[in-house]
């Protein structure tokens, strides 16, 4: 089963605008980590959150995780049509043996 | 290596046939994933190798499915007697080390088709 679940599932903005997509988790987590995917191939890594963080930064991404909703946000500023693919969530936990555990996905499109 | 390598990028097969997909990960890299991703849909767990530890071979959705992983380094999946629904992209992924907190490296996927 799934640990992670994004909301929403698809998103459409217009470029420039922000684009705000969320991660909710069922247990205790070690770390968090969000990865992007162009047309339904390999998955690149975006950034890690550890447990202990509350937020996190890198270029125009922005991350918060909040242990006590077992919840987190990817945003996602200045958005350019580039940013088009879709958004997963992965957690890992001892509980898991430390494995990663995707969610379902956020599919952005960002129009021109 | 420079990345997580997979072979074949694509493969068709008839139904019933046998399929081995293989994945090199990043040198050095200990834990290995296999991963099923049906078209639009989020990536579903097959199977977990973590060093010289037993595989987690918990998501594997049959006794068709299988993988091992030899030295520590190459894996492969088989799936015997494919069935349509067994059509997906297939991804493997390596990490440095589950003990900490590392990211996973992807391949660019097996595409699978089963006709």
């Known amino acids: 089963s799934q640990q992670g679940e994004e909301d929403p599932q698809a998103l459409s903005i217009q470029e420039g605008e922000n684009a705000t997509m969320n991660c909710s988790y069922k247990t205790s987590i070690n770390n968090l980590q969000w990865y992007r995917q162009n047309s339904g191939r390999g998955l690149v890594h975006l950034i890690l959150?550890?447990?202990?963080?509350r937020e996190k930064h890198s270029g125009r991404l922005r991350v918060t995780l909040d242990t006590s909703k077992k919840s987190s946000s990817l945003l996602i500023t200045a958005s350019r049509a580039a940013d088009t693919a879709s958004y997963f969530c992965a957690t890992d936990a001892m509980t898991t043996g430390n494995m990663l555990t995707f969610g379902g996905g956020t599919r952005l499109m960002v129009k021109p | 290596g420079a990345g997580v390598s997979q072979s074949p990028s694509n493969k068709v097969t008839e139904k019933g046939k046998d399929v081995e997909l293989r994945c090199d990960p990043i040198?050095?890299?200990?834990?290995l994933y296999w991963y099923r991703q049906s078209l639009g849909q989020g990536l579903e767990f097959l199977i977990y190798?973590?060093?010289?530890?037993?595989?987690?071979k918990s998501g594997l959705p049959s006794d068709r499915f299988s993988a091992e992983r030899t030295g520590g380094s190459v894996s492969t999946l088989t799936i015997q007697r494919t069935q349509q629904e067994d059509s997906a992209v297939y991804l493997c992924?390596?990490?440095?080390?589950?003990?900490?907190?590392?990211?996973?490296?992807f391949g660019q996927g097996t595409r699978l088709t089963v006709v």
């Open positions: 040198s050095g890299h200990t834990a």
């Open positions: 959150i550890r447990s202990n963080e």
């Open positions: 992924a390596s990490s440095l080390d589950v003990s900490r907190a590392t990211e996973a490296f």
């Open positions: 190798f973590q060093g010289n530890s037993a595989p987690d």
